[in-house]
């Protein structure tokens, strides 16, 4: 079957936009012109696509993305290569994925903090008497990691929100 690149666009939920700029980076080699010079796509062009977004939304440039799939074309001798990119690129969304996560466990601790705070009326429940002064205790995080062990669901620990209107709500 043969799709326009307004059909691509709607069935990839890609603007035209991206996929005439995709062409003029060089990454649609594989993509047939009519007669008229308007592209003209096959189904497993479908696929080309999908692994060209996948490559962009993992962070890829678009350098490497354009080697990738000027490997494809090349053909059956690239598989090792190929491959050998694909894995490369894992272990990279690997480490993104643990940053992100890194970063979701903190933002959820803050919450929970927050959340306790605003239980007690005063953020003062998390500080420490030090000869300075109070500061926050440094054992809070600690209290933190308890309760995350004794807790099924992150959103009873860190969302007050349903808790606080629905406390509202019988005041």
Not at 160 to 167: A, L, N, S, T
Request: net charge negative; with cysteine; charged share 35%.
């Amino acid at each position: 079957m043969r799709y326009t690149i307004g059909e691509v666009a709607t069935k990839l939920n890609i603007p035209t936009s991206t996929l005439r700029f995709y062409d003029k980076k060089g990454l649609l080699p594989f993509v047939d012109r009519d007669q008229a010079g308007r592209r003209s796509f096959k189904d497993n062009d479908l696929n080309f696509l999908q692994v060209i977004e996948c490559m962009k939304k993992c962070g890829m440039k678009i350098e490497e993305i354009r080697h990738f799939i000027d490997l494809c074309m090349v053909g059956d001798v690239t598989l090792n290569d190929r491959y050998d990119l694909l894995k490369q690129e894992e272990q990279t969304v690997t480490k993104q994925i643990k940053v992100l996560q890194d970063q979701l466990d903190f933002l959820h601790y803050k919450m929970w903090y927050f959340k306790t705070a605003i239980e007690a009326g005063t953020e003062t429940i998390h500080y420490a008497k030090t000869a300075e002064g109070q500061r926050v205790d440094p054992d809070i995080h600690d209290q933190y990691k308890a309760a995350l062990a004794n807790c099924h669901d992150i959103k009873e620990l860190v969302d007050f929100e349903k808790d606080y209107r629905h406390k509202q709500t019988k005041e």
